[in-house]
Nanobody, 121 residues
Framework: QVQLVESGGGSVQAGGSLRLSCAAS????????LVWFRQAPGMEREFVAG????????WYTDSVKGRFSVTRDVTKNTVYLQMNSLRSVDTATYYC??????????????WGQGTQVTVSS
């Protein structure tokens, strides 16, 4: 079992920044890729960014490239999503997920509860 706890959400004006954190715990947590999804009201859940178990490989959806950065502290089993130049379209609930199969897969094994990000224009 892997437990995921997100933090760092909040409200910010357009152009501002936020940093989300996701702490992964459990005996095998270090083996998992950790990724971020988001879901806006009335929209499907969308992959945002992810990082592999070692922190050496990352993946981003096109709409956040150059603005968001995903990093991992392997000593703390924590993944961070630094979000800069935020836009109103980034408003969503952000979820952390863990996947043993890698960053981009059709199955994510564990999910966090989510943290709300609201960007006002």
């Amino acid at each position: 079992q892997v437990q995921l706890v997100e933090s760092g959400g909040g409200s910010v004006q357009a152009g501002g920044s936020l940093r989300l954190s996701c702490a992964a715990s459990g005996r095998t947590a270090s083996h998992y890729a950790l990724v971020w999804f988001r879901q806006a009201p009335g929209m499907e859940r969308e992959f945002v960014a992810g990082i592999n178990w070692s922190g050496e490989s990352t993946w981003y959806t096109d709409s956040v490239k150059g603005r968001f950065s995903v990093t991992r502290d392997v000593t703390k089993n924590t993944v961070y999503l630094q979000m800069n130049s935020l836009r109103s379209v980034d408003t969503a609930t952000y979820y952390c997920a863990a996947a043993l199969r890698g960053i981009v897969t059709d199955e994510y094994d564990y999910w966090g509860q989510g943290t709300q990000v609201t960007v006002s224009s």
